[in-house]
């Protein structure tokens, strides 16, 4: 994709660069991905033991996306991981950075697989 921006003096700049977009199923890997990447830190508790859980969940929702479930998807990402980072309640994850990103990762991808 080019990109040209020209100013109200006339002057102007144009930029190439690549978008990539992932499907839900690539989103949510990437999401798992990044939850495993956390530093122990960003967990309160047993970060092993909340990472492999939260592993779990992610390999059901494969399952749910496979079969075309996609309200139960929505679900259970919304119910059973944003909701041990959205800042209510007893969170897993408790860095604020990781908890805004993992919220609005979430919420972007609930969002496409809504339209599906």
Request: aromatic fraction near 6%.
């Amino acid at each position: 994709m080019i990109v040209t921006v020209t100013d109200d003096d006339g002057g102007s700049g144009s930029a190439s660069f690549t978008v990539h977009v992932a499907d839900a199923a690539e989103a949510k890997h990437d999401l798992a991905g990044y939850i495993a990447a956390l530093p122990d830190s960003a967990f309160k508790g047993q970060a092993a033991q909340r990472k492999n859980a939260l592993d779990n969940m992610f390999r059901a929702l494969d399952k749910k996306l496979e079969t075309g479930a996609y309200q139960g998807f929505i679900q259970d990402l919304r119910n059973n991981v944003r909701s041990k980072a959205d800042g209510i309640g007893e969170d897993w994850i408790t860095d604020p950075i990781a908890q805004q990103d993992i919220r609005q990762k979430i919420d972007d991808i609930t969002a496409y697989v809504a339209t599906l």
